[in-house]
C-alpha cells in the first residue's frame, strides 16, 4: 500500500460536490475565472522577439524550475501502477529511460500526460502538469500497490520550495554550448534517454530530448541549491554561441511553435467510473478550478475530451498489456482518427482583431502578444464552409514566422497542408460569463492548415540520435 497520507475522507470540499451544485461541468468550468499560471520569472530577460528566435537562430534556455509537477513514485510495486494507468508499453522501460506517459479513463478518453523519468530500477519521476500527479496519486493511495510518493508541486503550490532545478536548453548551438563546457566530447546519451554531465563541477543528470529545426534539445537538473552556478556557467559559456535566456513571455508560446498541446482537458468531469475520483480530488485542485474558454460551445462535457489520437499520441498505444481504458482504445484503434496540425493565421484577418481596438463600434477579444492566452483550456471552433471540422488551442503570435499561429485538432477531411479554414475567435457569449475577459464580439479568421510540429525539419524531432552522434 502507499506508505504515506492518510486515508481518504470524503467530504463536500471535492470536484464532484463542486460539480453538483454547478448542475453543468461545462458551466463550471466556463464561469471560471482561473487564468494560465504565469511563470515566476521575468517576462524578459532581452526581448522577447529575439528570445523567439534563439531557438532557431542560437541557442535558447527555458528556466523549467516553477511551473510544474514532480511526483517522485518508488517501491517494488512502481511499474506495475504506472503500466497500470499508461497506455504506453514498459517492456523495455527502466533505469535511465523517459517516455511521454498517457493516461485515460475506461471511455479511452486522455486524462493527463507528463514526462515520466527512470531515475533508478525502482524510482521514477513524472513531471508534467497536476492532472498527472494526482491521477497516479489517487491509484496509489487507493490501489494497494506498495509504493512510497513524494510530491515536489509546482511553486504556486508548494510553501516548502523546490526540491530541484530544471532547465532546457533548445536551438542549433546547444551541442557547441555543452562541448565548451564539458571540454571535448559529449558522453553518448540517446533520444529520450537519461545521462550525466558534470557543469560548474556540479553532476548534472541529463534527459537528450525532441529539438526544434532538427537540432538536438536537452534537459538538465539537479538539487536546487547548484541551480544558480549552473545556470551562470551555461549562461557565460553560451554567450559567443548566442544563446539566450527566456523570459515567461517567450516560453509561453514554444508549446504552440513545437506543435504540442499543453494543457488538453482532462475526461474526468463525468461518468460514474470518475466519481470515486472527483470525490478524492479537492475542490480547490488544478482540475477543479481551472477555466474553460474559447468559441467551441457545447453544452456536454464529453465533446471536450480528446482521444490520443488526437493529441499525436496515437503511437504510444500498446496493447500487450492491461490498463484503464484499453478496451475503449482497442475499439477506437480501427476508426478514423482527428489529426493534429498547425494553422497559420490570416495576416489581414489578424490585422482587423486589432484595428477593432481603436475608435468606435464593437471589438474583438483582444489578442495579447505573444501569447494571446486567458483561459486554461482553450477551444476554438474551426469551420469549413461554416460546419465544425475541429478545435484550435493556444495561439501565438511567433517572431520566427511572422505571424499567429496555433495547434489544431482537425477532421481528417481538411488535415492536408494548404487546406483553407476559418477559426471563430472570441467568447460566445461576448465574454460574459468571466470578470477577467472584456466585452467583445466574435470575429472570424482565416487559417491555413500547415504541418505540425510548426518548426522547420519537424520530421528530425523525434530522431533517435545520440548527442555524440550528431
Same mark, same amino acid.
Given at each position: 500500500?502507499?506508505?504515506? @497520507? ?15 451544485? /454547478? ?8 464561469? +471560471?475565472?482561473?487564468?494560465?499560471? #504565469? ?37 517494488? =510495486? ?5 503500466? /497500470? ?20 479513463? +475506461? ?19 513524472? *513531471?508534467?502538469?497536476? #492532472? ?23 511553486? +504556486? ?19 557547441? %554550448? ?58 557565460? /559559456?553560451?554567450?559567443?554561441? @548566442? ?14 511553435? !513545437? ?10 468531469? #463525468? ?16 482540475? /477543479? ?8 460551445? !457545447? ?42 496540425? !498547425?494553422? #497559420? ?30 483561459? &486554461? ?7 469549413? =464552409? ?9 495561439? *501565438? ?9 496555433? &495547434?489544431? %485538432? ?8 494548404? &487546406? ?45 540520435? !545520440?548527442?555524440?552522434?550528431?
Amino acid at each position: 500500500m502507499a506508505t504515506q @497520507g492518510e486515508p481518504v475522507t470524503v467530504t463536500s470540499k471535492n470536484l464532484d460536490a463542486k460539480l453538483q451544485q /454547478a448542475g453543468n461541468a461545462v458551466d463550471m468550468l466556463r464561469r +471560471s475565472s482561473a487564468t494560465p499560471d #504565469s511563470l515566476p520569472i521575468r517576462a524578459e530577460f532581452t526581448n522577447w522577439r529575439d528570445e523567439q528566435e534563439a531557438w532557431r537562430t542560437g541557442a535558447a534556455l527555458f528556466d523549467q524550475s516553477h511551473h510544474m509537477t514532480d511526483l517522485y513514485v518508488e517501491g517494488p =510495486d512502481a511499474i506495475r501502477l504506472l503500466s /497500470a494507468l499508461g497506455v504506453n508499453s514498459f517492456k523495455n522501460f527502466g533505469c535511465n529511460r523517459a517516455k511521454q506517459l498517457v493516461a485515460c479513463n +475506461s471511455d479511452g478518453f486522455v486524462i493527463a500526460d507528463a514526462v515520466l523519468f527512470g531515475l533508478e530500477p525502482e524510482r521514477f519521476n513524472i *513531471v508534467g502538469r497536476p #492532472s498527472m500527479a494526482d491521477w497516479v496519486e489517487f491509484h496509489a493511495r487507493t490501489g494497494g500497490y506498495d509504493v512510497v510518493l513524494h510530491r515536489d508541486d509546482r511553486v +504556486s503550490r508548494n510553501p516548502f520550495g523546490r526540491r530541484v532545478y530544471r532547465f532546457e536548453m533548445q536551438g542549433p548551438n546547444v551541442l557547441d %554550448i555543452l562541448r565548451k563546457i564539458n571540454g571535448g566530447p559529449l558522453p553518448e546519451i540517446r533520444f529520450f534517454h537519461l545521462g550525466d554531465l558534470v557543469i560548474a563541477g556540479r553532476r548534472v543528470r541529463a534527459l537528450r530530448r525532441r529539438g526544434m529545426c532538427g537540432a538536438p534539445g536537452i534537459e538538465i537538473w539537479g538539487p536546487v541549491a547548484d541551480g544558480p552556478a549552473v545556470l551562470d556557467a551555461l549562461m557565460t /559559456a553560451g554567450a559567443e554561441f @548566442g544563446l539566450r535566456r527566456c523570459g515567461a513571455r517567450a516560453q509561453s508560446t514554444f508549446a504552440t511553435e !513545437s506543435g504540442w498541446i499543453a494543457s488538453p482537458l482532462p475526461a474526468i468531469y #463525468s461518468g460514474d467510473t470518475m466519481k470515486a475520483y472527483r470525490e478524492w480530488l479537492s475542490a480547490d485542485s488544478f482540475d /477543479a478550478t481551472a477555466s474553460l474558454g474559447g468559441s467551441y460551445c !457545447s453544452m456536454r462535457i464529453e465533446d471536450y475530451y480528446l482521444t490520443p489520437w488526437d493529441l499525436g499520441y496515437g503511437h504510444f498505444v500498446k496493447f500487450e498489456h492491461d490498463f484503464i481504458g484499453r478496451d475503449a482504445l482497442a475499439v477506437r484503434a480501427a476508426q478514423p482518427h482527428r489529426r493534429k496540425v !498547425s494553422l #497559420s493565421w490570416d495576416s489581414d484577418d489578424i490585422l482587423r482583431v486589432f484595428e477593432s481596438m481603436l475608435g468606435e463600434g464593437d471589438r474583438a477579444k483582444y489578442m495579447e502578444m505573444p501569447a494571446a492566452h486567458y483561459t &486554461t483550456f482553450a477551444y476554438d471552433a474551426v469551420l469549413r =464552409d461554416g460546419k465544425g471540422v475541429g478545435i484550435s488551442t493556444y495561439v *501565438v503570435y511567433t517572431s520566427n514566422g511572422r505571424e499567429w499561429i496555433s &495547434t489544431a %485538432i482537425v477532421d481528417e477531411a481538411v488535415a492536408q497542408p494548404g &487546406t483553407e479554414v476559418t477559426v471563430l475567435w472570441g467568447e460566445s457569449d461576448g465574454g460574459a460569463a468571466k470578470s477577467n475577459i472584456e466585452s467583445h464580439v466574435q470575429m472570424p479568421v482565416r487559417a491555413i492548415v500547415v504541418p505540425s510540429p510548426y518548426s522547420d525539419r519537424a520530421d528530425e524531432h523525434y530522431s533517435p540520435y !545520440s548527442f555524440a552522434a550528431v
